[in-house]
């Protein structure tokens, strides 16, 4: 392993995080934008060169992001606290702040405050990373997840120092026989598929550890499947995306208000009728 990687191997940790403040560590696209104000609450957006941004431009969503560096308000007065993970979905992209689900959750629940930890581009990975930290700093009565596919993988920030080719098997790789092809294509969904496996654990064991309610489930038909087949019952949330993907957002790629709307709904149902 070269130097530069070794170097930086403590930004994968979550060991090493002891503030609030160190979250923002896992939610890379931000930290690393042009936009990011360390420990500052700012105003950014449309994201430059993302969909959202070919699709309108400048008329884009505008996204408040508080001093943590994730999307809206948190109200830490409160004593009760539900934490939502996720990608670009849970972050809302291209879609106003009074639209998104974990808004609606806010009126659905006045008593509790609802953080919103969506992390645009994140992965399974990441937001487990996340989660585990929040969980020892903040604590949690109940924690939400909306995953993204499980065969999306975080590489970190100096991938380009740290490429990954050292991982490729064996020196007598033929990549012009299908065979060979074929078993590397066999090997990374195992792979991917035992990692997402060991995250799902992991996740769980933090919510047994802390007496926190989880509810789980993914956009992807495939992870859905693997979450079910992991969790208990009682941790995976009956949604599904089928059903609550009703329109889209700005950028005409993640879910709109109406889904928000309905996503937030679904949720509050279970989790209401749990209680």
């Known amino acids: ?3 530069v990687a070794f170097n930086k191997l403590a930004q994968l940790s979550p060991a090493n995080k002891q503030s609030i403040h160190d ?7 931000m930290k690393y934008s042009d936009e990011y104000v360390k420990d500052k609450e700012f105003t950014c957006g449309p994201f430059k060169g993302s969909d959202e941004y070919n699709a309108v431009g400048e008329q884009g969503t505008r996204y408040n992001i508080n001093k943590y ?4 308000s948190w109200d830490k007065t409160k004593t009760k606290v539900i934490g939502v993970f996720g990608d670009s979905c849970t972050f809302g992209v291209g879609v106003d702040e009074k ?15 609802i953080m919103n930890f969506g992390m645009v581009g994140s992965s399974i990975d990441n937001i487990v990373k996340c989660y585990s930290v929040a969980e020892r700093l903040i604590g949690f009565d109940k924690a939400l997840f909306l995953l993204p596919d499980y065969s999306r993988f975080c590489w970190p920030q100096y991938e380009k120092e740290w490429q990954h080719t ?10 012009s026989n299908p065979d060979h092809m074929a078993y590397i294509r066999n090997y990374w969904e195992e792979l991917e598929i035992h990692r997402t496996i060991n995250y799902l654990n992991w996740l769980n ?3 047994n550890i802390n007496d926190s309610m989880i509810s789980v489930w993914s956009w992807g038909r495939e992870t859905n499947e693997i979450i079910k087949q992991t969790l208990p019952t009682e941790s995976v949330a009956q949604i599904n995306p089928k059903e609550v993907e009703i329109d889209h ?5 993640h879910p709109g208000p109406k889904s928000h709307l309905q996503i937030a709904d679904r ?7 749990g209680e």
């Open 1 to 3: 392993m070269d130097n």
């Open 23 to 29: 979250l923002v560590d896992f939610h890379e696209f």
């Open 69 to 72: 560096g994730f999307r809206g």
């Open 99 to 113: 639209d998104i689900y974990t808004t609606h959750l806010k009126s659905y629940f006045p008593d509790y405050d």
């Open 166 to 175: 050292n991982m490729i098997i064996g020196s007598g790789l033929d990549e």
């Open 205 to 207: 064991d933090i919510s």
């Open 249 to 253: 957002a700005r950028d005409h790629q």
């Open 267 to 273: 949720w509050f149902e279970q989790i209401a009728f």
